[in-house]
């Protein structure tokens, strides 16, 4: 039987896994990824972490059909690498070719999001549709799309950068990657932060704050992370439900553009700050986001793959159940 490797580099935690041909996961590794020492530390690190999976299932390198990568962003499939990622401290990371040369395998490589959209057609609540969207709100925000039955990839790989979106046009927030007004500015793990100290300032600054009864206005504004603000928001602080509904019509927004763009059946949500804060996320998104699209509203709901579906995506690819065609110019 062959079996086939998948890998997920996020920005946080680096997950490999070993699975068989009908997508049953085998064994499985997750570290937090490597943020010392060059580009090829990332690649090494990968092939470290297969070799002890190997070893603890008992499988020879022999039986490895092919890899496949589900990697965040920016891409260039054509070098096989990430470039100039704003969430990683390396300005150029090759992964096909130290990977081909030390495993003697076919690596396929995509775009994290785009693996998870091609994972939940394959083996998810996708299955079947055509027109499919996939978003994840994590420590960034990223999107896959399936549009009528067509994988959108883009000529470096790029094409569903969703979290780059626009969506404050004032751009009062810079996002990671140096541009004002960012979809991921605003609602992502790293972005939810600095939309609560840009408030908590405003507030302070016009003396707003004065005698409000609120326990997030007590923090320090540079020591708020994501998990505190939704800690607040379930303590059904009036400041934090305040912004948590500027950060549901953000989101919505987003969708939005989204839905206007690729028309979906379906969009399916995942990452971090969805899966474990899903029910201040998804009602906000569907209370706002028929101010904002011009289409039909498809379905929305969160990912039944939950927090392996770019690992899905990636054993997809790597099965050769979603053709990757190379880049064009």
């Not at 390396?90 to 091609?118: H, Q, R």
Request: proline share 5%; net charge neutral; with cysteine.
């Amino acid at each position: 039987m062959p079996y086939v490797i998948g890998v997920d580099i996020g920005a946080t935690n680096l997950r490999v896994v070993i699975s068989d041909e009908d997508g049953k996961f085998l064994a499985s590794g997750s570290e937090r990824t490597v943020k010392e020492g060059t580009g090829l530390s990332v690649s090494a690190q990968i092939g470290r972490m297969i070799h002890s999976l190997l070893s603890k299932a008992k499988i020879s390198v022999d039986e490895i059909k092919s890899i496949g990568i589900g990697s965040i962003g920016p891409l260039d499939l054509k070098e096989g690498a990430i470039i100039n990622t704003p969430n990683l401290p390396f300005p150029y990371i090759p992964l096909v070719s130290p990977l081909k040369e030390a495993f003697n395998k076919p690596v396929y490589l995509i775009n994290d999001c785009t693996a998870a959209v091609v994972g939940e057609k394959h083996f998810g609540a996708g299955r079947g549709l055509e027109n499919l969207v996939y978003v994840t709100i994590s420590t960034g925000i990223g999107g896959g799309a399936y549009v009528d039955g067509h994988l959108l990839i883009g000529k470096d790989g790029n094409a569903a950068e969703v979290g780059h979106m626009v969506v404050d046009p004032q751009g009062r927030l810079i996002c990671g990657c140096g541009k004002r007004g960012h979809w991921e500015a605003y609602c992502s793990g790293t972005g939810i932060p600095k939309l609560v100290k840009m408030i908590l300032e405003e507030r302070r600054a016009t003396g707003y704050s004065e005698g409000m009864k609120s326990h997030l206005i007590a923090y320090d504004p540079d020591k708020i992370d994501a998990k505190t603000f939704f800690d607040t928001v379930r303590l059904r602080d009036s400041l934090a439900l305040e912004i948590l509904d500027f950060i549901g019509r953000y989101n919505a927004i987003g969708m939005a553009n989204l839905i206007n763009a690729y028309d979906p059946s379906l969009i399916t949500l995942g990452g971090s700050v969805v899966l474990n804060n899903e029910e201040y996320i998804l009602p906000y998104i569907m209370k706002y986001v028929k101010d904002y699209a011009i289409n039909r509203i498809p379905e929305i709901k969160v990912t039944p793959l939950k927090g392996d579906i770019v690992l899905y995506g990636a054993v997809a690819i790597a099965l050769g159940l979603e053709e990757i065609k190379p880049p064009r110019p």
